[in-house]
């Protein structure tokens, strides 16, 4: 079984300024990564997602991800961030020869001016 | 392709009563997922299933909650009787055969119960 774990239930940061929101995940076997993003009173949308090859991936506004498997880690950051970056940032896994979807509780960003 | 549709957006009802919740996944996709949103639990999956069948629903928390998949463009959530403590946001998403295709969510129905 596979679970995910996002310390940080709040990360307040100043606009413009670099931001990285943790992910860590268990599991016992190979596993795909997702980034979703919620913003207020909408479903989720993919950010970002690690299948394989590269172990940075990228999304099309600014954020980045890491896959790190010695640290089973998937950090999401972005070098400046925006206000309309203003959301809940869920981390989920999937494992391979799973299907299910595990999400973790969500880390609500906070854009300070 | 419209997305994943669910209905209603919010639902208040009293305490005792039914609640059926509905998700129309996008066309084509072999998988359908039912999640619950709380501030406490965050995002927990319920059920889920492929090719509409139930494949795992240990996540029901209890008898009162069961879910269908009658075909493969619609699927309901119930909850029989309700209580307040099922207040919460229920998502539900639907994705393509294969372990490495993301989920797409419906908008969400937000349940209170009063």
């Known amino acids: 079984a596979q679970s995910v774990t996002q310390l940080d239930s709040q990360v307040p940061v100043f606009e413009e300024a670099p931001v990285e929101l943790r992910c860590n995940y268990s599991s016992s076997v190979s596993v795909y990564l997702f980034w979703y993003v919620q913003y207020p009173n909408q479903g989720l949308q993919l950010l970002l997602k690690y299948l394989s090859g590269s172990t940075l991936v990228e999304s099309i506004n600014g954020f980045e991800a890491e896959f790190n498997k010695s640290q089973t880690s998937f950090h999401l950051r972005k070098p400046s961030v925006h206000i309309s970056d203003t959301a809940e940032y869920f981390c989920a896994v999937r494992g391979v020869g799973d299907d299910k979807i595990i999400f973790g509780k969500g880390t609500r960003l906070h854009i300070l001016p | 392709d419209a997305g994943v549709i669910q209905s209603p957006r919010h639902e208040v009802t009293e305490m005792g009563q039914e609640v059926t919740l509905r998700c129309k996944p996008i066309?084509?996709?072999?998988?359908l997922f039912w999640y619950r949103q709380t501030m406490m639990r965050g995002l927990e999956l319920l059920i889920y299933f492929n090719n509409n069948v139930p494949i795992d629903d240990s996540g029901m928390p209890e008898d009162r909650f069961s879910a269908k998949m009658p075909n493969a463009s619609f699927s309901t959530l119930k909850i029989q009787p309700s209580e307040p403590r099922d207040s919460a946001v229920y998502f539900c998403?639907?994705?393509?055969?294969?372990?490495?295709?993301?989920?797409?969510f419906g908008q969400g129905t937000r349940l209170t119960v009063v």
């Open positions: 998403a639907s994705s393509k055969q294969g372990p490495n295709t993301e989920a797409f």
């Open positions: 066309s084509g996709h072999d998988y």
